[in-house]
């Protein structure tokens, strides 16, 4: 009874890992931190050219200022299902019922340093593009097509503008880390789209053929005051929004990770996701072993 008994909690520990759902709203502890190459702070304050609060990225090495958070969707097949989490820490808001600007995730996934696609976020809608004519290799290159491949409008469940607070970030130690003048909390944007609209875009707009939660990205983090430029504060880097300096000189651009934010260099081998299969295998053969009876001697 207790072999079967620890391997059912096994059994149930794993499929409970793979099935939740992202939460907008969840602690920040649950989240990957997303670091780059510097790895010193995650932003500067009051860098932001729009010099407005809400766009102001900040973070620091207990803080940081971008994180992101994968879910497989419960099932083996990340084709179909599962979804991406993304979150930035902005230094407040501006007194209005929701975020006011435009929040852009560039990617990077033939790792030639070009950024090749976006994932945008505003009040309204949660987008998609491809990236424009421009070298995309610098802030001062980088550009984005107007018209988005996929659009999503917010909700509740995939969009979150709120103040960080202990039970959103109950690793803080601060609440207020740019050291606003006038006392403020800073905020959180949360956004989570599905995965297989992110493996579609790749794998249309792209030369890569195929996409996965297995594939190497590099991501850039930025916000504008308008829909296709990267007008306002870009994250990891002070200031720049203008500059002609390539994105990995600047050290705005993560090194290689996956999906989940992990490093690439942590992403299971394919003989590891095999030995896991083969221990999830044998915990349900131990289930459905039928038990001999025991004989009771007087």
Not at 3 to 22: F, K, M, V, W
Not at 158 to 185: C, H, Q, R
Not at 244 to 257: E, F, Q
Request: aromatic letters at 8%.
């Amino acid at each position: 009874m207790i072999r079967s008994t620890a391997a059912l909690g096994a059994l149930l520990l794993l499929c409970n890992l793979n099935s939740a759902a992202i939460v907008v709203g969840s602690d920040s502890a649950i989240w990957t931190p997303v670091s780059y190459s510097n790895n010193v702070e995650t932003d500067y304050s009051g860098d932001t050219q729009a010099n407005s609060v809400d766009l102001d990225i900040v973070g620091n090495a207990s803080h940081p200022g971008f994180y992101t958070l994968f879910d497989n969707g419960g099932t083996t097949s990340v084709l179909t299902d599962g979804e991406v989490g993304f979150r930035l820490r902005m230094a407040g808001d501006q007194g209005q019922p929701t975020f006011g600007g435009q929040a852009w995730i560039g990617m990077d996934v033939d790792a030639d340093g070009a950024l090749d696609l976006f994932i945008g976020a505003d009040k309204d809608f949660l987008s998609i593009h491809d990236a424009g004519t421009g070298a995309n290799n610098s802030p001062s290159t980088t550009t984005i097509e107007a018209a988005p491949v996929w659009s999503q409008a917010v909700s509740q469940v995939n969009f979150l503008w709120t103040a960080v607070s202990p039970e959103l970030d109950s690793n803080a130690t601060s609440f207020d880390i740019d050291g606003a003048t006038k006392p403020e909390p800073d905020f959180f944007l949360s956004f989570v789209v599905p995965f297989s609209e992110l493996v579609d875009a790749v794998t249309t707009l792209t030369g890569v053929t195929t996409f996965d939660d297995t594939s190497p990205l590099a991501y850039i983090a930025a916000t504008a005051s308008q829909a296709n430029s990267l007008n306002s504060d870009l994250n990891g880097v002070d200031g720049q929004v203008n500059s002609t300096i390539t994105w990995t000189d600047l050290d705005g651009i993560t090194p290689t990770v996956s999906v989940t934010g992990e490093p690439y260099s942590n992403v299971p081998e394919p003989a590891t996701t095999a030995l896991a299969a083969g221990i999830l295998a044998l915990l349900i053969l131990m289930l459905r072993r039928p038990r001999k009876n025991r004989i009771v001697r007087a």
